[in-house]
């Protein structure tokens, strides 16, 4: 029950321990951890403003997948580029509501990790990978990754992942995202009349912007 265990762990106390190298999960540890995914999404989901995506069982269990295998490639660097393309491969499904949703409930995780690799070994293939993940996976990664016009595009397009998506863009304060034009009255209008509370400087940055110049 590794994947089962890692999941516990994370989602109750948010540690984990972890040993050994990268390998594949039981059948009835899948099973287990499917389970207990469903019972986080449903916990979660009465958090996210409007109606959150229904779950997606795969997309969950992919997300959760990665993040235990990327937590094992962060403390045993030395494996080499085709080991981590192979133990953390892309989503092969369509990528739906349901699924961005449902792999963001884990992917949410990665940034810390990004910040942690980065830190170790700037260059290395591990935060290439993660780096081309924080691109293809906008609501699950802020920071200085822009993401793809199209992966960002899927998460606009739901009510419930755009307003999600805006709300954690204000909670960072990442300007580089809302000083985007496409993004930045998305962000003033779930602001209101409470911008000088949540974002006290929104307005005298976005002016910069405006005028030709990039956020910081």
Same mark, same amino acid.
């Given at each position: 029950?590794?994947?089962?265990?890692?999941?516990?762990?994370?989602?109750?106390?948010?540690?984990?321990?972890?040993?050994?190298?990268?390998?594949?999960? +039981? #059948?009835?540890? $899948?099973? &287990? @951890?499917?389970? !207990?995914?469903?019972?986080?999404?449903?916990?979660?989901? *009465? =958090?996210?403003?409007?109606?959150?995506?229904?779950?997606? +069982? #795969?997309?969950? $269990?992919? &997300? @959760?997948?990665? !993040?235990?295998?990327?937590?094992?490639?962060?403390?045993? *660097? =030395?494996?080499?580029?085709?080991?981590?393309?192979?133990?953390? #491969?892309?989503?092969?499904?369509?990528?739906?509501?349901?699924?961005?949703?449902?792999?963001?409930?884990?992917? *949410?995780?990665?940034?810390?990790?990004?910040?942690?690799?980065?830190?170790?070994?700037?260059?290395?293939?591990?935060?290439?990978?993660?780096?081309?993940?924080?691109?293809?996976?906008?609501?699950?990664?802020?920071?200085?990754?822009?993401?793809?016009?199209?992966?960002?595009?899927?998460?606009?397009?739901?009510?419930?992942?755009?307003?999600?998506?805006?709300?954690?863009?204000?909670?960072?304060?990442?300007?580089?995202?809302?000083?985007?034009?496409?993004?930045?009255?998305?962000?003033?209008?779930?602001?209101?009349?409470?911008?000088?509370?949540?974002?006290?400087?929104?307005?005298?940055?976005?002016?910069?912007?405006?005028?030709?110049?990039?956020?910081?």
């Amino acid at each position: 029950m590794l994947l089962t265990s890692f999941l516990q762990d994370l989602l109750t106390t948010g540690s984990v321990t972890l040993v050994g190298r990268p390998s594949a999960f +039981a #059948p009835d540890d $899948l099973l &287990a @951890a499917t389970e !207990l995914l469903q019972a986080y999404y449903a916990a979660d989901a *009465r =958090e996210i403003p409007y109606s959150a995506p229904a779950f997606d +069982a #795969p997309a969950a $269990l992919w &997300a @959760a997948g990665l !993040l235990y295998h990327t937590v094992q490639l962060t403390l045993v *660097r =030395e494996l080499d580029e085709a080991v981590i393309a192979e133990t953390l #491969p892309d989503f092969a499904g369509l990528i739906t509501p349901e699924v961005l949703y449902s792999a963001d409930l884990l992917l *949410r995780y990665l940034p810390d990790l990004l910040r942690l690799a980065k830190g170790l070994a700037p260059g290395d293939a591990l935060v290439a990978r993660l780096q081309a993940l924080a691109r293809q996976w906008p609501l699950s990664f802020g920071g200085p990754e822009l993401p793809e016009p199209a992966a960002e595009a899927r998460v606009l397009d739901h009510p419930a992942l755009r307003q999600e998506y805006v709300d954690r863009l204000i909670r960072a304060q990442d300007r580089r995202r809302a000083g985007q034009p496409h993004l930045r009255a998305l962000v003033q209008a779930a602001l209101g009349a409470h911008a000088a509370t949540l974002w006290p400087d929104f307005q005298a940055f976005t002016l910069v912007t405006t005028d030709g110049k990039h956020a910081d």
